[in-house]
């Protein structure tokens, strides 16, 4: 069956420091990844998705960026925090040609400082 | 611009009654889901709507889809308290890469 690991779990950072969030996925070959972020008691927002190795599209400008060095890892990135990247972040994965859902990760709640 | 509302924001209900939660979308899509998070948990698939007119029913959950009309209903019958959460549609506005636009989420508590 098919997994999602996402860490850390929670993580506590000042301005200005760097960030790097790790997704990876097991059971499935060439999933769509995503991250998405969530403020407190909003709906969620698509940041970047990747339909394979190296191809990642962003969907809004931002101080973040992703990366898909292998098949079923995804990396969300930043080099430095602002206090506007707080929330909680979800990564998911999907297989398009089996009409499932999305699947995601247990999330990773940042708090900027 | 591609919009999902979901309405309400917020819901209260007693045990035992039945509800609607409604979403409505601006987009020509055919493929909606249902997720269900609980506080500060991560997102659950409830339903996936693959055509116009599905229906889709778990336990006290019923889901439709209407592609014409562009809505999608949630039905609870008979609230139990388990089902505090909150309820989010989404739909799938770009073919090939499941991109979704997900709802305002409807916040769920039921009590005794």
């Known amino acids: 069956s098919q997994t999602i690991h996402q860490w850390p779990a929670t993580l506590v950072q000042p301005v200005g420091s760097p960030l790097s969030l790790e997704c990876t996925v097991e059971?499935?070959?060439?999933?769509?990844l995503y991250w998405y972020r969530q403020a407190a008691g909003r709906g969620l927002q698509l940041l970047f998705y990747?339909?394979?190795?190296?191809?990642i599209s962003s969907e809004v400008p931002q101080n973040l960026s992703a990366s898909r060095p292998q098949d079923r890892q995804f990396i969300l990135s930043s080099k430095k925090l602002l206090l506007s990247d707080s929330g909680f972040y979800l990564c998911?994965?999907?297989?398009?040609?089996?009409?499932?859902?999305?699947?995601f990760g247990d999330g990773t709640r940042l708090s900027i400082l | 611009e591609l919009k999902v509302e979901q309405n309400p924001l917020f819901l209260s209900m007693q045990e035992g009654k039945n509800y609607t939660i409604y979403c409505n979308y601006s987009?020509?899509?055919?493929?909606l889901y249902w997720y269900r998070q609980d506080p500060g948990k991560s997102l659950e698939s409830l339903f996936v709507?693959?055509?116009?007119?599905a229906v889709k029913q778990e336990g006290r959950l019923m889901a439709s889809l209407d592609t014409k009309a562009r809505l999608s209903t949630l039905h609870i019958t008979a609230a139990v308290h388990d089902l505090s959460a909150t309820y989010f549609c989404?739909?799938?506005?770009?073919?090939?890469?499941?991109?979704?636009?997900f709802g305002t989420g409807t916040r769920l508590q039921v009590f005794p």
């Open positions: 990747s339909v394979g190795i190296g191809q």
């Open positions: 998911a994965w999907s297989v398009t040609a089996l009409n499932q859902p999305q699947h």
């Open positions: 059971g499935t070959s060439n999933p769509n």
């Open positions: 989404a739909v799938d506005w770009a073919y090939n890469t499941d991109k979704l636009i």
């Open positions: 709507l693959l055509s116009n007119g």
């Open positions: 987009t020509t899509s055919d493929r």
